[in-house]
């Protein structure tokens, strides 16, 4: 199982999509300042989270909230929580 995952930046506008198999952990790399992409932006609260099956359905999902219709949506449910 893996989780597609969006999480927001607390301090600044951002929002990072990701994948993973363990949610909880990944979460609290993020936070902790361990990734390098991420650590500029932390700490992070988690916006979306949906299961999927397997790894290459989870990043076709990914691809999609990447994308700027996928953004809208996530941005969309900050505006409207």
């Given at each position: 199982?893996?989780f ?9 506008n ?26 500029p ?5 988690l ?11 989870a ?5 999609y ?5 996928g ?9 409207n929580?």
């Amino acid at each position: 199982m893996y989780f597609v995952y969006a999480i927001k930046s607390m301090h600044r506008n951002y929002i990072y999509v990701g994948i993973t198999s363990d949610l909880d952990g990944r979460l609290d790399q993020h936070n902790k300042g361990y990734e390098k992409t991420t650590k500029p932006y932390a700490p992070f609260e988690l916006i979306y989270k949906e299961e999927q099956p397997d790894r290459e359905q989870a990043r076709v999902r990914e691809k999609y909230l990447k994308s700027a219709v996928g953004k809208r949506f996530l941005r969309s449910l900050i505006q409207n929580p």
